[in-house]
Structures are given as structure tokens and as C-alpha cells.
């Protein structure tokens, strides 16, 4: 009988040790303070954000290639947050500032059925600036076509990402296959 109750609470520490709102963490970035120019024209930063978990991307509109895919898995997922009752911000950076105004990013994102509620696109800052955050804090690929080339797509990595309350950039996924999404749904639900 001893060895029965030191079981059961083996068991239950297994059991509770799972629920404990730990993920597998993939990256260790924390971001710098950062405030842009949302698709309503107001400001968002890094402080609006802080004390709650939230995903980012970097999409542009006219990208005719992974932007597109990327912007429906996120639609998806949010989607499938909502469902769940999960509260989690997501953020689309654009990796094409001097095009994507407010006004772009607003059609761009109703063309996807997306809700402002909790997902916001941010613009307002220059190409350097954009390229800074996303390669040397998101540790995520971005390189403008070359001129004369005829290319006018930028390229850029096709990752979500899970930020933590404290700005600190701790997971990335894929972002353009269902695998990333599932695994992205199923961490957030460990979190919450």
C-alpha cells in the first residue's frame, strides 16, 4: 500500500510538473524598446506590450511570395486562439516602411479577414531600422532586391515568434507550414 501512495504522488508531480506553463525555448532575445506607427495611425511600442505574451512576423504587402501564406497561417492561428479563449497579442512588422502605409496595411490585413482586436501591423520607421530589429534581435534574415535586377521582392524570413511579458523574444516557428502553427497554438495553451 506504501508503494501504491508513492506512486500516485509521483504521478501527480509528473502530472502538475507538465502543466506548469513551461515551453521547449528555441531563442533568447530580448528586444529594445521600440514605438511605430500602427494601421490606425497610432503609436505602439514595446511598453504597450510588455506584461503579456504576443507573436510578431515581418510580412510586406506587395510580396507575392511567402507574405501571403504567412498572413493566412496567422489569420488561422488567430482564429484558432479565439476559439480556445486564448488572449494573445500578435504584431506584423513591415519589412517595407517607405510603401506600406497605415491606410496599405489596413487593406492589406481586411483582405484577410484579420481582427484588430488583437493583431496590429506596424510601420513608420525606415529600412535600416527594420533591418536592425529583424536581423540582429529576431536573428531572422532581410535583404532588400538588388537594383537593376528587376526583382522589387525583399527577402525575408518566414518565421512567427513568441515574445515574452518581459519583451524577451523565447521561440520561433514556421511560418509558412501547419507544424508551426500547431506547435505555436499548443505552447500558448501551455502559458495560459
Known sequence: MKHLRVLFIFILLLFFGACSGKIEENMSEQLPEFEYTTQDGEKL?????KGEWWLASFV??????VCPVMTKNMAKLQNELKENKLDIQIVSFSVDPEFDTPEILKEYAQGYDVDFSNWTFLTGYDFA??????????????????????????AHGTNFFLVNPKGKIVKKYDGVGDKGQDQALLDIKALQ
Open 45 to 49: 511600442g514595446l511598453n504597450d506590450l
Open 60 to 65: 510586406y504587402t506587395n510580396c507575392k511570395t
Open 129 to 154: 531600422t527594420i533591418k536592425d530589429l529583424s536581423m540582429n534581435h529576431f536573428k531572422t534574415s532581410l535583404q532588400k532586391a538588388s537594383p537593376g535586377t528587376g526583382n522589387d521582392q525583399i
